[in-house]
């Protein structure tokens, strides 16, 4: 089959590689028809986090399934699934408890299970971690609209519910990537009155405003402290920090109010020793989050897609077939697409 290597610095080729094959009674075999590029493939696009010459890359799968083991009851040959970016029992205490990602089994995609940005993967522990689309689900532009379900929508939900954001809350958003057009996506979901996104990229924050974002501010450092001050009337009870950097850090503690939470989903590969406790220490600031189990918000957020009322696809400003992988890793790193859709 034919699978994005991740060759060394600034390098994914598509190669042929072994076919992963359904080998224990929990597997299923599915083959790709959706995947996308994810802004953390970027760190190692950037030499930033080591990634092993030669592997598969790719963690947000959509497809359908091919052939699953003797255990599998969930699934069967033609279904539709979503995978999360992470791999879980189903069973253990901490998947029963929504925390997927600390399962104690978890496994990521690579491997001998195969990049999600290929034509096939193979998924060990099938019955707890595929989620089966509705068999009457074909059209484009519903499949689109679902496949961010497998990271970003997730990841940003996971911000906002993290920060604790409800019915006619003021909530700041910070980071204007993917996760956080997300995140401001699920804070209008959740019922927020005032979404003000924060970012310096005036096409994301157009997309944002499209998505739920009442506000936008594109500024850097103090002044868009200054400004999102101004907007919120002195702060936020609420802040999604979807960045993983000390700036974004640093710029959540200053606009959350004392006693406000603040829910961090950015994956933390630029937090440095610029981040400082201390701001969230003497205002009492909560600091929730971490990475996203995905897996447990599935099912709910694939019905409000279905319903119409969820509709995360404009995060996707280009789409490549799996031979141009390269040009969407390009384009994302040069920060001229949000995310790229790949189709094998």
């Known amino acids: 089959m034919k699978a994005a290597v991740f060759k060394g610095e600034g390098d994914i080729e598509v190669e042929e590689v072994e076919k992963p094959e359904v080998e224990s009674s929990?597997?299923?075999?599915?083959?790709?028809?959706?995947?996308?590029?994810?802004?953390?493939?970027?760190?190692?696009?950037?030499?930033q986090r080591d990634q092993a010459p030669g592997s598969a890359v790719g963690h947000e799968p959509m497809g359908v399934v091919e052939e699953v083991g003797d255990d599998v009851t969930s699934l069967e040959p033609g279904d539709r699934v979503l995978a999360p970016f992470s791999i879980s029992c189903g069973e253990c205490e901490y998947c029963r408890k929504g925390l997927q990602t600390s399962c104690v089994d978890a496994q990521f995609w690579g491997g001998e299970n195969g990049g999600a940005q290929g034509e096939y993967v193979k998924c060990p522990h099938a019955d707890g971690t595929l989620v089966k689309v509705p068999e009457r689900v074909d059209d484009e532009d519903t499949l689109r609209s679902l496949l961010p379900l497998t990271d970003v929508m997730g990841t940003g939900h996971h911000a906002a519910v993290s920060a604790k954001v409800g019915q006619g809350d003021t909530v700041v958003v910070i980071g204007d990537g993917a996760v956080g057009l997300c995140a401001a996506h699920a804070s209008k979901r959740l019922g927020a009155r005032k979404i003000v996104s924060v970012?310096?990229?005036?096409?994301?924050?157009?997309?944002?405003?499209?998505?739920?974002?009442?506000?936008t501010v594109s500024a850097e450092g103090s002044e868009a402290v200054e400004r999102v001050l101004e907007l919120t009337?002195?702060?936020?009870?609420?802040?999604?920090?979807?960045?993983?950097?000390?700036?974004?850090?640093n710029q959540a503690a200053e606009i959350a109010n004392p006693g406000?939470?603040?829910?961090?989903?950015?994956?933390?590969?630029g937090v440095d020793d610029d981040f400082s406790l201390f701001p969230y220490f003497g205002s009492n600031i909560e600091l929730r989050g971490g990475v996203a189990?995905?897996?447990?918000?599935?099912?709910?957020?694939?019905?409000?897609?279905?319903?119409?009322?969820?509709?995360?696809?404009?995060?996707?400003?280009?789409?490549?077939?799996?031979?141009?992988?390269?040009?969407?890793?390009?384009?994302?790193?040069?920060?001229?697409?949000?995310?790229?859709?790949?189709?094998?």
């Open 233 to 249: 009337d002195g702060g936020a009870d609420h802040v999604a920090e979807c960045v993983g950097a000390s700036s974004a850090m």
């Open 26 to 47: 929990g597997d299923a075999l599915i083959r790709v028809t959706h995947t996308a590029v994810c802004g953390s493939d970027l760190w190692f696009f950037r030499g």
């Open 199 to 215: 970012g310096h990229h005036e096409d994301r924050l157009e997309i944002a405003e499209e998505m739920g974002a009442t506000h």
């Open 260 to 269: 406000g939470t603040v829910g961090y989903v950015g994956a933390p590969y």
């Open 293 to 344: 189990p995905v897996r447990e918000y599935m099912p709910e957020l694939m019905e409000d897609v279905l319903q119409g009322t969820l509709d995360p696809s404009p995060v996707f400003t280009k789409e490549v077939r799996l031979e141009d992988i390269q040009e969407g890793y390009e384009a994302m790193d040069r920060r001229d697409d949000v995310k790229v859709l790949v189709k094998p």
